[in-house]
């Protein structure tokens, strides 16, 4: 069977605001594209977002104090460069938005602007509280009408085929991918002048996530293997309270909610008393990496499974109005949250770090670029502004789309097949689930929200074995979804211990209980490949 599609100019890999900016950007300028992405198109973290894209539109805002906020979240670490180009380059992001067809939120004839923790203004642009949704959508819908842009759902990326891996002299390029077709179970040969990862973030590799279950690092993991550098990969941004329960996989419970008065309580197994006062004088409405710690190190402390947010103050026509959709979610599982106070976990939210890029959003493989969540462009520095993150995935792939246009076109190299000899199945499934259940739950306990040398060392060391034998079912049997995800985050997990055990000392995202203090001249911790 012949496994190669015929070569396009570029191949973007994931369909989230990124990816379909990308694929737009290069479409409209007549460049043929093909778009892979490994479910369906509208899976993906984009759709998620709730709050919204942050851009100096305001009467009183200015460029200058965006970029404040956003090196002040950024914890001296924020490469000021990727700031000054993001922020400016917002309010045009905005309105090409607006031109693919994304209504965002009016008032009159000016877009409505809401404020959000961290902003010294309003200018966090949304249409309503479905902000990503709106965008998937519009841009999705741009992207399948569009005659340049070929689709490829469920075509799952499984590695970029690069000139040093062929053997081929020179200096390091990326010449197309291997992608397992799931209708098919085959893999195919992709070539492409340039290849775009836009796969998102990597939420998967910690046991509780508001991500989908998309976000397993894939494009980390193979930008690494070909040989690209990744910064800052120790900073995780979590989320202080995701609804906690069985049936409840990933549902955020938004911080509007401490706003309102909500409190956390410890378990009534633990004494339901509050605990936030104890840790920090603001109490609730603290900073979300503050309010994250203390619930970890409540839980920890207790050895409970969850703390409650408890907003019973407030009646059931308030949570109406201003929760319906939290309210109707906690009911769906049983939970009036005008009666009883809702089960809450911190959870991994956004990776700040990623495959290294330079301002055209190219990777140090020529031909291979990263955007959106699967990048370190150096915006978010040690942990990110609200709302500067769908902003990001449009100013880069911008950028990125920018710089392929003017590449010369090649006559695409001619490719190897993959190589099939791997014809048996795995005979146990039950290992990779196994696997990934390990993975998740030692990531949380080892190297979650706060840190110690020991916790890193332990986790260092069960990734090693891990890693061995995911290496050996990789060679051995005919790949799967399954087994490919895993690779990917034990490689993910393996590039976040190694970067957390380079920092000593704690900023940001960060928190090490052996290096407590911020050190006086910061650096993004860089790993190259060996
Ligand atoms: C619950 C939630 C709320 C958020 N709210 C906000 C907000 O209000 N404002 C804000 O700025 N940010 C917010 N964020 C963060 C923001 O949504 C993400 O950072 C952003 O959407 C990432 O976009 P992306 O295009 O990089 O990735 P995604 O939208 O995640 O898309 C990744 C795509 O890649 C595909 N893919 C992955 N691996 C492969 C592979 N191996 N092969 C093929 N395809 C692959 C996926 O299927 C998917 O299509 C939120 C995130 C979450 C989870």
Redesign the pocket.
């Known amino acids: 069977m012949n496994t190669h599609v015929d070569p396009f100019d570029v191949l973007v890999?994931?369909?989230?605001?990124?990816?379909?900016t990308t694929a737009l950007e290069l479409a409209n300028g007549g460049r043929r594209v093909a778009l892979?992405?490994?479910?369906s198109?509208d899976?993906?973290?984009?759709?998620?977002?709730?709050?919204?894209?942050?851009a100096v539109l305001g009467a009183n805002d200015d460029f200058a104090q965006h970029e404040a906020d956003t090196h002040q979240a950024g914890g001296g670490l924020c490469d000021a460069h990727a700031t000054r180009l993001t922020v400016e380059r917002a309010p045009q992001a905005i309105r090409w938005l607006q031109a693919q067809g994304v209504a965002f939120s009016q008032e009159g004839q000016a877009l409505h602007l809401t404020r959000e923790g961290g902003h010294s203004q309003r200018r966090i642009v949304?249409a309503a509280d479905f902000?990503?949704r709106a965008v998937?959508e519009a841009l999705l819908q741009r992207a399948r009408e569009h005659s340049a842009i070929e689709w490829f759902e469920h075509?799952?990326?499984?590695d970029l085929i690069t000139s040093q891996r062929l053997g081929a002299p020179g200096p390091n390029r990326c010449l197309g991918a291997y992608?397992l077709n799931e209708a098919t179970d085959t893999v195919q040969v992709f070539a492409a002048r340039a290849t775009v990862l836009?796969?998102?973030?990597a939420?998967k590799v910690y046991l509780y996530t508001?991500?989908?279950d998309?976000?397993?690092g894939?494009?980390v993991a193979?930008a690494w293997r070909a040989g690209c550098r990744v910064a800052n990969m120790e900073f995780v941004q979590f989320?202080p309270t995701c609804l906690f329960h069985p049936h409840a996989k990933?549902f955020?419970i938004s911080e509007a909610v401490r706003g309102e008065g909500g409190v956390l309580r410890l378990p009534e197994s633990a004494g339901g008393t509050r605990f936030m006062p104890a840790h920090d004088a603001r109490a609730e409405l603290a900073p979300r990496d503050v309010v994250a710690r203390a619930i970890d190190f409540e839980m920890k402390r207790h050895g409970v499974d969850c703390v409650y947010l408890d907003i019973t103050h407030q009646s059931a026509t308030f949570l109406q109005h201003h929760f319906p959709t939290i309210r109707a979610r906690c009911a769906e599982l049983g939970i009036d949250i005008a009666q009883q106070p809702i089960p809450v976990v911190p959870a991994a939210?956004?990776s700040c770090g990623g495959v290294m890029v330079n301002h055209q959003a190219a990777t140090d493989v020529a031909g291979l670029y990263a955007?959106?969540?699967?990048a370190y462009t150096g915006l978010h520095g040690a942990n990110r502004l609200?709302?500067?993150?769908?902003?990001e995935?449009v100013v880069y792939a911008q950028l990125a789309a920018a710089h392929i246009a003017q590449l010369e076109p090649e006559a695409s190299a001619s490719l190897p097949a993959w190589d099939d000899s791997r014809v048996t199945d795995a005979d146990e499934q039950v290992v990779i689930a196994h696997n990934w259940e390990e993975l998740r739950r030692f990531m949380w306990d080892y190297v979650g929200i706060v840190r110690t040398n020991k916790r890193l060392e332990r986790a260092a060391h069960r990734i090693a074995l891990l890693h061995q034998e995911i290496q050996e079912f990789y060679a051995s049997f005919h790949v799967t979804r399954d087994l490919?995800e895993l690779r990917?985050l034990v490689q993910v997990a393996d590039l976040i211990v190694q970067s957390a055990q380079q920092r000593h000392e704690s900023r940001g995202l960060h928190f090490s209980l052996d290096y407590p203090q911020a050190a006086a001249n910061p650096q993004p911790s860089v790993l190259r490949p060996a």
């Open positions: 890999v994931g369909s989230g605001l990124a990816g379909l892979i992405t490994k479910r198109a899976t993906g973290a984009t759709a998620w977002a709730q709050g919204g894209i942050a949304h902000t990503g998937q075509h799952m990326l499984v992608v836009a796969t998102g973030g939420g508001t991500n989908p998309t976000a397993t894939d494009g193979a989320h990933s955020l939210h956004y955007v959106g969540e699967t609200a709302s500067n993150s769908l902003l995935c490919l990917n």
